[in-house]
């Protein structure tokens, strides 16, 4: 299981006669087997990091999550979703260990009011476009946090979203919570990075695509950044050998599939 701090608007309703979410489109090309399904987030977009235009450039359709408030976040987003791929927010949430620059603007924490929590998690998402989810970066703390993550839960039901735990706390309640509110929710599996070389990310896409043999789906989780090139060299190199064993899927089929959550929705209370 994951356990390292992990470094709107939405998408408008799907048409009669239109598919969601291009997940064929991505994968023209590739061979794929029904039912084994990998979702493979890369979070930390937003800020012109390293690996961002090979990361959406991949043959295969991905989700981004997109961190708001930063140079080119509302840029990512909307190259993300003219690609095919799904959009998520990368929400900056605090965590018990670390250092607060590292979390970027708008950051939630323990210490913020009710109020302000709600305002702050309202503005990210009115500043990504496309965003059908929202995922934690980094908050170890706030995950553990059953006043805050009420909050954040209760939002994104408000707004007809998704929350995906990054698990970077094994105590997260995050899941827990937001099966008691009815809120359609998803968990990382695994962290394709945790070592920044080649190998190591090529190992764990074959674990997490064993994982989704066994399981009929996964959820990996990358970065861009630093070392966000070679996250995506190894994403690039490792399709091929992965032909026929998964299909690579947008977050929001997985949501779709576990959930009545549906794009474009927002619940009438």
Not at 81 to 103: C, N, R
Request: aromatic share 4%; glycine share 8%; net charge neutral.
């Amino acid at each position: 299981m994951p356990t390292t701090e992990s470094r709107g608007r939405r998408t408008p309703p799907v048409k009669a006669g239109e598919r969601y979410p291009d997940a064929e489109d991505r994968n023209a090309g590739v061979p794929q087997s029904k039912n084994r399904k990998l979702a493979i987030i890369i979070d930390d977009f937003g800020n012109g990091q390293k690996g961002t235009a090979e990361m959406l450039n991949l043959p295969v359709k991905i989700t981004v999550a997109v961190m708001p408030f930063l140079a080119t976040s509302r840029e990512d987003a909307e190259k993300a979703h003219q690609q095919g791929h799904d959009v998520i927010i990368h929400m900056p949430m605090e965590p018990k260990q670390g250092q607060a620059s590292w979390l970027g603007p708008g950051a939630i924490t323990t210490s913020l009011s009710d109020e302000e929590i709600r305002q702050r998690l309202e503005a990210a998402i009115d500043s990504i476009p496309h965003a059908i989810g929202i995922n934690n970066h980094m908050g170890s703390k706030v995950t553990g946090d059953e006043r805050v993550m009420s909050i954040v839960l209760d939002v994104c039901k408000e707004r007809g979203l998704f929350f995906i735990d990054s698990k970077t706390n094994y105590h997260s309640i995050a899941l827990k919570l937001a099966q008691t509110k009815g809120v359609p929710a998803l968990a990382n599996d695994l962290f394709l990075d945790d070592v920044h070389t080649v190998p190591h990310v090529q190992k764990q896409l074959k674990t997490a695509a064993e994982h989704a043999i066994r399981k009929d789906t996964c959820i990996a989780i990358g970065h861009v950044g630093k070392f966000g090139g070679r996250t995506a060299e190894a994403l690039k190199l490792s399709v091929e050998q992965m032909k026929g064993q998964v299909e690579f899927v947008g977050i929001g089929e997985l949501a779709m599939e576990r959930s009545s959550w549906r794009p474009g929705t927002v619940p009438i209370f």
